[in-house]
């Protein structure tokens, strides 16, 4: 009984003090109004802990966005839907899960290029607490907060390298 109640609250801990990245009911903006980087086309790799590799194609303005594991099991992948939004010159994905929901939720990532075969992403933190009822509020509120410290989550970044 004991070692159940401490594997409980070790897995309690492990939730809460993990960062997660902060989910919108809306997005930054509209995938109309998004602007694709074709160079964000291909075979990325994650590495780290957990190795992924990520397939990203381009269906008009969107991006469709396939995770798979590379540790050899054989799960299905997962699919993400995602555009881009400008936001005073900073790239933001705006990503979703394609799970066929009605309760779609966006979760924003800031895009850094690091070379031709090198992204990094920066998740916005769970820590806001705002909810927002129309893009062009939280938009402003991104561009207002962006460049502080304590707007991302340090341990939700996220590098990739692309595979040739």
């Not at 990245?21 to 160079?39: G, R, W």
């Not at 054989?74 to 900073?90: K, M, N």
Request: aromatic residues 14%; glycine residues 6%.
């Amino acid at each position: 009984m004991k070692q159940m109640k401490f594997t409980v609250l070790a897995g309690v801990l492990c939730l809460v003090l993990m960062g997660c990245p902060y989910e919108s009911k809306i997005p930054l903006d509209t995938a109309e109004n998004s602007k694709p980087d074709k160079a964000l086309v291909g075979k990325w790799e994650e590495k780290d802990s957990d190795s992924y590799l990520w397939t990203c194609s381009l269906d008009g303005n969107q991006y469709r966005i396939e995770k798979k594991s590379t540790d050899g099991e054989s799960e299905e992948p997962t699919i993400y839907i995602g555009f881009l939004s400008d936001v005073s010159g900073i790239q933001f994905l705006n990503v979703y899960e394609q799970d066929y929901s009605e309760d779609r939720k966006y979760m924003i990532w800031k895009l850094e290029k690091k070379g031709e075969d090198r992204l990094k992403f920066k998740a916005m933190t769970d820590n806001v607490t705002e909810e927002f009822t129309e893009s062009g509020e939280f938009k402003a509120f991104v561009k207002k907060h962006m460049e502080t410290s304590f707007f991302y989550n340090k341990d939700d970044e996220k590098t990739f390298y692309k595979e040739d």
